[in-house]
């Protein structure tokens, strides 16, 4: 299969726009699937670090969405944890159509902020290269939260696991997934964004062989220019060398998502790990101290390209803007990648902590639509011709609170789609 030297960054992507459904309901089909609003969850496709991954299906439209499931209570023990100590958060899995959790056991506030910089992030990014966010769901009678992306048809890039060995793509299809990779990467530097947990599992492939990052679950926003990050995230197996040191104090974020991509290359080229260890520690000292062995059959190029990548002193490691126009990536210049200027022009405006307070928006609950309605069409039936000339002369105060009801109400609704 011959990889188009052309990235599909070229075509133009609507605005996202995010649905928040703060009172969803799960029920079963007729037969027996589990269901939340429209959304029927097919089957379970995969399983990431906070959450379960399912095959849903719009009932009216028949689209298929990837929708993530999030178990309520261990993303607070996560959050709770977090706030103990750094780094670091309980990790959990969705816990699926489970029992029912009673109100007065859930914590006051809203369940969206349990994921509040993912959602922040996901709602300011527009790219072909990053997963897209449609809806998040949440019912107060359930543990689990859902998040409703795009879907990608063809999975993950690869899966493959400490000790083992998958089937390697060919180098000319390991370049165009890296190419993918490139321009995503610089898109979120761009956005003053470091995703922090770079790997195969983390990039998925659409029907048309389309790369795009997912999960930003330990994504960091960074200032303008200043990078640094103090605590340590991601999977273990392809974290930089100056994060696999206790107390390694500020590093640059860019530095070590670049060290990722550096490993997430190695293994489309060789489908293993270049680092392998089932204990922690060891593996750790692997990644700062030991050597990358790479095939004799290599093409040089292609291992010079490695060894920039997987340059163990953050300071000599390639730059994004170095890789751009790299021998091996561009076939020397021959299939140069599209301009920055292109590939940024959907930059995000910076996300800020306020911004992240306020992801998530209110929306007004079924009850007090009806409750209003019904207000409004009492007073209606109970006044009559003339009550009523009189009145749209000079409101009275209680027909002046059902019109602050109904204004309410309009202001309330126009806040259920919100675009980024």
């Not at 079963?28 to 589990?34: I, Q």
């Not at 670091?88 to 349990?114: I, K, Y």
């Not at 370049?175 to 490139?182: K, L, P, W």
Request: net charge negative.
């Amino acid at each position: 299969m011959k990889s188009p030297p052309d990235s599909p960054a070229l075509s133009p992507r609507p605005a996202s726009v995010v649905v928040e459904t703060l009172g969803a309901k799960t029920s079963e089909t007729k037969e027996g699937l589990p269901q939340i609003n429209q959304y029927i969850l097919k089957k379970e496709i995969g399983r990431g670090a906070f959450g379960t991954v399912h095959l849903g299906v719009d009932k009216n439209t028949g689209n298929e969405y990837a929708i993530k499931e999030f178990s309520k209570q261990r993303l607070r023990r996560r959050e709770q944890s977090a706030m103990l100590r750094r780094p670091g958060g309980l990790r959990g899995r969705g816990r699926g159509f489970g029992p029912r959790v009673p109100r007065h056991a859930q914590s006051s506030g809203n369940p969206l902020d349990l994921v509040r910089t993912e959602l922040a992030i996901l709602k300011k990014l527009n790219h072909p290269h990053v997963v897209r966010l449609f809806e998040v769901l949440d019912d107060p009678d359930n543990d689990s939260l859902y998040m409703v992306f795009e879907m990608a048809h063809k999975g993950v890039l690869m899966d493959v696991e400490a000790g083992g060995t998958v089937t390697p793509y060919s180098e000319e299809m390991a370049r165009h997934f890296f190419r993918d990779m490139i321009l995503g990467i610089e898109y979120l530097h761009y956005s003053n964004i470091v995703h922090r947990d770079i790997k195969p599992d983390n990039l998925l492939l659409s029907q048309d062989g389309v790369l795009k990052f997912v999960d930003f679950g330990v994504s960091e926003m960074f200032q303008k220019d200043n990078d640094l990050l103090k605590k340590s995230a991601g999977s273990p197996a392809f974290m930089a060398p100056e994060l696999c040191t206790a107390n390694h104090g500020e590093v640059s974020g860019k530095a070590a998502d670049i060290w990722s991509m550096g490993v997430t290359l190695y293994c489309l080229v060789y489908g293993r790990l270049p680092f392998i260890s089932t204990n922690f520690i060891e593996l750790n000292s692997k990644i700062c101290h030991d050597p990358v062995e790479y095939d004799k059959s290599t093409n040089p190029e292609l291992v010079m390209l490695l060894q920039k990548l997987l340059e163990k002193d953050p300071e000599k490691r390639i730059s994004i803007s170095e890789l751009r126009v790299d021998p091996w990536v561009t076939k020397h210049g021959q299939e140069p990648l599209i301009s920055e200027e292109e590939n940024n022009a959907a930059m995000v405006t910076e996300v800020t902590e306020e911004e992240i307070s306020r992801a998530i928006s209110k929306i007004v609950p079924v009850f007090m639509v009806m409750k209003a309605v019904s207000k409004f069409k009492r007073h209606s039936r109970s006044m009559s011709q003339q009550s009523l000339s009189k009145v749209m002369d000079k409101p009275s105060s209680q027909e002046s609170s059902d019109s602050d009801d109904i204004e309410h109400l309009k202001t309330e609704t126009e806040s259920l789609h919100i675009s980024s």
